[in-house]
């Protein structure tokens, strides 16, 4: 069970926004910047969002990350079939002392 | 460019140790701190800690505390992951990673390719 709390799966059509959450408490997401990853089979994980919302070099502007309170959430917009992917929040928890990362949401373009 | 090259796959039995390596290239070696990530098949991710290349100090996850020891040897620009104790639970696939000048000092950016360890009797 992760600290950070995503679901477990998401869809959508090409060309559709999807929205993935990511939500936590006061001691992590709440005090902390939200980093979001993008992990394709058999791959190492990507960055795809830090510090909220900012967005790497050369990753496209249809990805956008926000928080408010507890809570982050990922969005992708103009779904492409590339998108198809494990994405995963991750934060400091003061509490714990470390990283902790959500549980990671499947993302199938149908 | 940056590059983090890890040691190939392993198996250990039950109660042995595992060492992996990460090797960087393409950047200052003690300018970042290496992290370690794994993943066990068809899970999520899990950081295991961090270890300052500039100083050695170390940050393990407390759940790994006493298990895990985190090394660097900078003469070779290489990072190391020890874990003792294996357990079953502990296959999986192991990363090195490094941060970036714009995140926070635990977030990572640059991966290595991932090192599987199997824990098998």
């Known amino acids: 069970q992760s600290v950070l709390t995503q679901p477990p799966s998401a869809s959508g059509t090409p060309g559709q926004r999807v929205t993935i959450s990511c939500s936590g408490s006061?001691?992590?997401?709440?005090?902390?910047?939200v980093y979001w990853y993008q992990q394709l089979p058999a791959t190492a994980p990507k960055v795809l969002i830090y510090?909220?919302?900012e967005r790497p070099s050369g990753v496209p502007d249809r990805f956008s990350g926000s928080k408010s309170g507890s809570s982050a959430s990922l969005a992708i917009s103009g779904l492409r079939s590339e998108d198809e992917a494990d994405y995963y929040c991750a934060t400091w928890d003061d509490s714990l002392s470390g990283v902790i990362f959500g549980g990671g949401t499947k993302l199938t373009v149908l | 460019q940056v590059r983090l090259v890890q040691s190939g796959a392993d198996v250990r039995k039950p109660g042995a140790s595992v060492r992996i390596s990460c090797k960087a290239s393409g950047y200052t070696f003690v300018s970042y701190s290496i992290t370690w990530v794994r993943q066990a098949p068809g899970q999520g991710l899990e950081w295991m800690g961090w270890?300052?290349?500039?100083?050695?100090?170390?940050k393990y996850a407390q759940k790994l505390q006493g298990r895990v020891t985190m090394s660097t040897d900078r003469s070779t620009n290489t990072a190391y992951l020890e874990l003792r104790r294996l357990r079953s639970d502990d296959t999986a696939l192991y990363f090195c990673?490094?941060?970036?000048?714009?995140?926070?000092?635990?977030?990572?950016?640059?991966w290595g390719q991932g090192t599987l360890v199997t824990v098998s009797s």
């Open positions: 510090r909220n919302n």
């Open positions: 990673a490094r941060g970036h000048a714009s995140y926070d000092i635990w977030a990572v950016h640059y």
């Open positions: 270890v300052s290349v500039n100083t050695g100090e170390t």
């Open positions: 006061t001691s992590n997401i709440g005090k902390n910047y």
